[in-house]
């Protein structure tokens, strides 16, 4: 049953635990340039909320299709010597749904990790750590999207049971805990409501992750939240937050 994809994988053992102090210290020894060459302070030397609200404003402009104009060429130099991302996104792998394009930001502004259905694995876990410990990044934000494909086969997995190809499997088994109570309330909107359900089971098992991310959370300057993206609209909608 894919064992090493779930809850308890990700949270830490009492090894792990014992050993947060000494993780920490190690964080804190990685690289990490403080600013581009140019820059003072970095642009993510932000609140989250203020992180935040750049997304949704870009958002806001690539759901119009009015995106601001880019010069990719400009700040490269500065870039191969640090990055500076003001948000991590964790998101679906679904090619329709480009977080550097739903918000209309540019290269060195978001720290992506993908993978399909947006669940939190142990890899997706420690991305996140070296955002908020290294980078310093100030949102972690759980986008999923609308006719999620990784959801839909969870659901159908759970309502007609069947063996599934490849290593598909593990995708199911790591999206099933998110969207279970969602899936057996049934309804008109079932898969709308597990998406939404997988995106909040996210936030709260990041926003919970020790020893890195909870502390962050707790002393402010990390916000984590969830959103779902429209497809037929290009809007982003807001959901929890921790």
């Known amino acids: 049953m894919c064992d090493h994809l779930n809850h308890d994988h990700v949270l830490p053992s ?24 140019d820059a003072s302070p970095p642009q993510n030397a932000i609140t989250p909320d203020a992180a935040l609200r750049r997304l949704m404003q ?14 990719f060429s400009s700040g490269r130099a500065a870039r191969a010597k640090a990055q500076y991302p003001i948000a991590a996104i964790l998101g679906c792998a679904d090619s329709r749904v480009a977080p550097e394009l739903v918000f209309d930001q540019g290269p060195g502004d978001i720290f992506v990790i993908r993978i399909a259905g947006n ?5 997706g876990l420690a991305s996140l750590e070296y955002a908020v410990g290294v980078l310093k990044t100030p949102l972690i934000m759980v986008l999923g999207h609308a006719e ?26 790591a999206v099933r805990p998110g969207v ?11 898969l709308a409501n597990a998406i939404g359900a997988n995106v909040d089971y996210n936030v709260s098992r990041i926003a919970s992750a020790q020893p890195v991310i909870s ?21 982003v909608l807001l959901r929890a937050s921790a």
């Open 58 to 71: 870009g958002n806001a402009r690539y759901a119009a299709n009015q995106l601001d104009a880019k010069d």
């Open 119 to 123: 669940y939190l694995s142990g890899d």
């Open 215 to 235: 502390e962050a959370v707790r002393s402010g300057s990390v916000k984590v939240v969830g959103a779902v993206y429209e497809l037929a609209t290009g809007k």
């Open 14 to 37: 009492r090894r792990q635990f014992l050993g947060a102090g000494l993780g920490l210290l190690a964080l804190s020894a990685l690289p990490n340039l403080r600013a581009y060459a």
């Open 148 to 173: 999620c494909g990784a959801v839909k086969a969870t659901i159908h997995e759970m309502e007609q049971p069947a063996p599934l190809p490849g290593h598909i499997w593990d995708i199911v088994d």
């Open 180 to 190: 279970t109570k969602a899936v057996e309330a049934g309804g008109d909107h079932v």
